[in-house]
């Protein structure tokens, strides 16, 4: 495969990765809230435990895809920078732990699932309570993560790498919202409600972010930007 080809490779992961999660939310029904019922909570799981492995599934490839995506967003970035990686590299690690965690958090939900099957559980409330707790936690650092992802890309864009500033500071907006949502993730039982709309604002910015900049290096791969830069320079 050519230069190109993989430079529009990497940056497609990202939209492989909205796809991925979209259809990871599609395949099931809205959970229980944090607030309801141990009972409303195993019921939920027992009624959908064939959908959630593959609503699962699909979060752990959307979790491989986004940290190839991660990858290549932070090469971009390093040579924007002529290799002195202020940015590129924290970047790269914020978004190794971000895919890391997104990948993993379906598995509380996953174990729910199987457990809801298996009649020698008994009676497992306090289990189906604890790994759902957990399950709101993993969103509380996957935010977190976020915002150091998407505040440093930012700041990246914002002094000339990659785009023109406005996706730099809708990165910004977008790392604002994210650390709003993880802090409240571990509040979630102080202020559900709060939780839940910063939660959905988060998902909204930050899969824009993704999308639109997996979009904008589709458009121009470095390789032609590279490209561009030499032959001016050579005039």
Same mark, same amino acid.
């Given at each position: ?66 940290? &190839? ?7 971009? *970035? ?32 996953? @174990? ?15 289990? @189906? ?14 935010? /977190? ?20 500033? &406005?996706?730099? &500071? ?29 939660? /959905? ?6 899969? *824009? &972010? ?22 001016? *320079?050579?005039?």
């Amino acid at each position: 495969m050519s230069e190109r080809g993989l430079e529009r490779l990497g940056a497609s992961m990202g939209i492989v990765w909205f796809v991925l999660v979209l259809a990871s939310a599609l395949v099931v029904p809205r959970p229980p809230g944090i607030d309801d019922s141990t009972s409303s909570i195993a019921a939920y799981f027992s009624d959908n435990h064939s959908r959630i492995p593959l609503s699962a599934a699909l979060g752990a490839l959307a979790g491989a895809a986004f940290l &190839w995506f991660a990858a290549h967003l932070g090469r971009r *970035l390093q040579r924007a920078e002529g290799g002195a990686e202020a940015f590129s590299s924290i970047v790269f690690a914020s978004g190794v732990v971000f895919a890391v965690f997104s990948a993993l958090r379906s598995l509380p939900y996953s @174990t729910l699932a199987m457990l809801s099957q298996q009649s020698e559980a008994g009676d497992a409330g306090v289990v @189906t309570r604890a790994l759902y707790d957990l399950h709101n936690m993993f969103d509380g650092v996957i935010g /977190v993560m976020a915002a150091l992802l998407f505040a440093t890309a930012g700041m990246a864009i914002i002094r000339g790498a990659l785009a023109r500033p &406005w996706l730099g &500071w809708f990165g910004m907006l977008a790392a604002l919202v994210a650390l709003a949502t993880g802090i409240a993730r571990f509040y979630v039982t102080s202020a559900p409600a709060l939780a839940e709309v910063l939660g /959905v604002a988060s998902i909204i910015t930050v899969g *824009l &972010w993704i999308l639109v900049a997996s979009l904008v290096m589709l458009y121009r791969p470095e390789v032609d930007r590279t490209a561009s830069v030499r032959a001016v *320079l050579t005039h």
